[in-house]
């Protein structure tokens, strides 16, 4: 049981490049979740999904897009990176609605 | 809009000692969650609070719902070198909706050994 995964771990862009992150979660949970931490500014909600095929928008959903098309996997596209988006990436998921139970590790994006 | 604000920003203290901290509201909220975040990790849930007035255990970890619904408190007994890391509250947004959570700034917490 691997819990929640996050592939890569590390990453570095030119502006203007694009890239998707990719979690997955084998613990057949519904809802999944998208954040960045930054220094002073805690955790904010890119784009959420709660259930398979849907998604749907946190509160800094600009930029970003993601897709569920896999109950297990909850990709999060940049399509054109820019230095504010130099960030730390956690994917999380949850049996319920109650909030993000368990967090991956994390991606640590810096985009240059 | 909501707003948490989590105090002490940060602590250091002695192994052994108990530790307290707090997360307070601007607005009513009617469900609590504590996170612990390690270096270099992704926070990880230690204890949900649902009513106001409960009061959870999760080993040395007790954390209490404010009867006031506008604040929670977290508690550490007997720290131990592994309690290191930062500590968030958070908690759902004005329309109730768990999904799009209310976070503080955390609490970091160092202990000398």
């Known amino acids: 049981n691997a819990g929640v995964t996050q592939t890569p771990k590390f990453r570095v862009l030119k502006t203007g490049q694009s890239m998707t992150l990719l979690c997955a979660q084998d613990?057949?949970?519904?809802?999944m979740y998208w954040y960045r931490q930054d220094p002073g500014m805690g955790l904010r909600l890119i784009h959420y999904?709660?259930?398979?095929?849907?998604?749907a928008k946190g509160e800094v959903p600009d930029g970003y897009n993601v897709s569920r098309l896999k109950k297990q996997n909850f990709l999060l596209g940049l399509e054109s990176a820019a230095p504010s988006q130099t960030s730390v990436y956690f994917c999380?998921?949850?049996?319920?609605?109650?909030?993000?139970?368990?967090f991956g590790p994390g991606t640590r994006l810096t985009v240059l | 809009g909501q707003q948490l604000n989590q105090s002490p920003q940060s602590m250091f203290i002695q192994e052994g000692e108990d530790v307290s901290m707090n997360c307070t509201s601007s607005s009513i909220f009617n469900t609590w969650l504590w996170y612990k975040q390690d270096p270099g990790e992704g926070p990880v849930l230690l204890i949900a609070?649902?009513?106001a007035g409960e009061l959870t255990s999760n080993g040395r970890l007790t954390a209490q719902f404010g009867i006031t619904r506008k604040d929670s408190f977290l508690n550490i007994s007997a720290s131990i070198p592994s309690d290191v890391g930062i500590y968030f509250c958070a908690g759902p947004n004005n329309a109730g909706n768990n999904r799009k959570l209310i976070w503080g700034l955390g609490t970091s917490l160092a202990v000398n050994p």
């Open positions: 999904s709660v259930g398979e095929g849907t998604t």
């Open positions: 613990m057949n949970h519904e809802y």
């Open positions: 999380a998921s949850s049996y319920s609605s109650g909030g993000p139970r368990f």
């Open positions: 609070l649902y009513k």
